[in-house]
């Protein structure tokens, strides 16, 4: 949830009925590689065992979820160059990580939060994970290659939102949230007292309000091909091919696809522990 995305209730939802012209494309390049080492990270941090995965292990997890779509138009060679990048990335992910891992609380956490007044805030949470003393922090991997300071990170409206979710989910504040640039292989980690979530909340309402009062300045930013009222935004300026709109729309069904993968793998788990305990009964009784 880019902080570009400061979405609200908009006074145009449900009128606009045009969609974006053409059937769908593959990805770029691009998204194609971000979504195939989100994949990845997602696999070795979401172990339920206590040792890190192997650097060949998470190799042959990127090998698995290599996801080849965008790559349809480019050379073997060009190809073959984006994958030894992702490789790369990973394997020093791995060597950072490896000696003080712990497997995540959860990865791809989704939460609904309402904030009052119609507003409510939706998302995803890469991952959660426990610091060894009760406690937890948020993370959120980036796969772009600058990393970003500590200042943008401070005050990032994305992290604070998250902050605010995991008091809803969990009923207490992490200590700290972060943006991990795993490229570059930064992780920038700042504590939950640096994070203002009254602020955020405060800025999500001013917003909200604003639009709900007409006053909604459009700002073109390098997403407004994704956003649902650029058929009616007066400053918009067309989609002249360079945002990737369908390309967009198959990486986040693929990440939901991959979290509907792990939700049954658990459902079969948790059934089989009250099966075993309680009896095929106590399954049809809870429906
Ligand atoms: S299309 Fe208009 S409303 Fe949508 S993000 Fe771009 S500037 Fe904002």
Redesign the pocket.
Request: net charge positive; with cysteine; charged share 10%.
């Given at each position: 949830m880019p902080d570009e995305h400061r979405r609200a209730e908009h006074p145009a939802a449900g009128r606009r009925g045009a969609k974006p012209a053409g059937g769908p494309t593959p990805p770029t390049p691009h998204l194609s590689w971000g979504s195939s080492l989100h994949a990845a990270l997602e696999w070795f941090w979401d172990r339920k065992l206590p040792e890190p995965p192997s650097a060949d292990e998470l190799a042959a997890a990127l090998y698995d979820r290599w996801d080849d779509t965008g790559f349809a138009d480019m050379s073997r060679q060009d190809k073959i160059g984006w994958y030894r990048h992702a490789q790369d990335v990973l394997r020093r992910h791995q060597a950072q990580h490896a000696p003080s891992y712990r497997p995540a609380a959860a990865v791809e956490q989704w939460f609904d939060v309402d904030l009052g007044d119609r507003v409510r805030v939706r998302g995803f949470i890469d991952g959660v994970m426990p610091t060894g003393d009760g406690g937890f922090g948020i993370v959120d991997w980036k796969t772009n290659r600058r990393a970003k300071t500590r200042e943008q990170v401070e005050t990032s409206l994305q992290l604070a939102l998250y902050a605010l979710a995991a008091r809803d989910l969990w009923g207490r504040d992490p200590d700290w949230v972060a943006l991990e640039f795993v490229v570059p292989g930064i992780r920038v980690e700042v504590p939950i007292e640096r994070i203002d979530v009254d602020a955020a909340v405060a800025e999500v309402h001013r917003v909200a309000a604003a639009i709900r009062a007409g006053r909604f300045s459009?700002?073109?930013?390098r997403?407004?091909g994704w956003?649902d009222?650029?058929d009616i935004?007066p400053?918009?300026e067309g989609d002249d091919g360079a945002t990737d709109v369908p390309g967009t729309a198959l990486v986040e069904l693929q990440r939901l696809r991959r979290r509907q993968e792990r939700d049954a793998q658990r459902i079969a788990e948790l059934e089989q522990i009250v099966r075993d305990r309680l009896g095929e009964q106590a399954l049809v009784e809870i429906g």
């Open positions: 459009p700002t073109p930013n997403l407004c956003c009222f650029r935004c400053a918009f």
